[in-house]
């Protein structure tokens, strides 16, 4: 598989478990939103830097080609996957956790 | 970058007492399972090239599946950057759910 379908497949995915199998709903939620604004400007960046600088190196085989602040778009969604999937598993072990 | 990273979330910390290092149990819990399916990941696309890095840009130190030591620090530290964000805009906006 590509990196480009690999990403998508990973969305689909944190997408599915979040609203569906593990019920977290943090899609639907304003503070999953608002967290995911901060983290995404920050990511911009820090994209911009490895991509720029060439420190990461992307084949043209396995992108779309289109560029975000240097960054193939396909990051974005990586990242997506990352933190919604993260983010679902520490507000789930949270749930039992009386203090939130 | 990772150094970037935590500089730019770990004073959530101690600035508006977050307590996720505290409930450093939890935080393993949620990023362990997340970070070794995306390890994965990473293995199989540095595999089949989908990118590569600057060897003269990184330290040149490799874990297991041939990843360089700083992926295996971004996925420790980026979810846990994930978490000090979501816990802050709880911090601060007290009244958005995330539990029904």
């Known amino acids: 598989m590509t ?8 969305v689909v995915i944190v997408i599915i478990l979040d609203l569906y199998v593990i019920k977290t709903c943090l899609l639907k939620r304003k503070v999953f939103w608002t967290s995911y604004a901060i983290i995404v400007g920050f990511q911009l960046l820090t994209n911009w830097w490895l991509t720029s600088r060439n420190i990461v190196i992307y084949s043209p085989d396995a992108i779309l080609g289109l560029r975000i602040a240097s960054a ?26 009386k203090q939130h | ?7 730019g979330s770990i004073w ?12 450093y149990k939890r935080a393993i819990k949620a990023i362990l399972p997340v970070s070794l399916i995306f390890i994965a990941w990473d293995a199989y696309a ?3 090239g989908h990118w590569s890095f600057d060897n003269n840009q990184i330290l040149g130190i490799f874990g297991p599946f041939g990843i360089p030591l700083e992926e295996y620090l971004f996925f420790t530290v980026v979810p846990l950057a994930a978490i000090l ?9 007290k009244h958005w759910q995330v539990y029904k």
């Open chain 2, 46 to 48: 540095i595999h089949q």
């Open chain 2, 85 to 93: 964000t979501i816990e802050a805009v709880r911090t601060v906006k």
């Open chain 1, 72 to 97: 193939p778009v396909e990051d974005l969604l990586f990242g997506f996957a990352l933190v919604v999937g993260v983010l679902i598993n520490w507000i789930r072990l949270g749930a039992s956790d």
């Open chain 2, 1 to 7: 970058m990772i150094a970037f990273t935590i500089c």
């Open chain 1, 3 to 10: 990196y480009t379908q690999l990403a998508i497949s990973a």
């Open chain 2, 12 to 23: 959530l910390e101690f600035v508006l007492k977050v307590k996720v290092l505290k409930r």
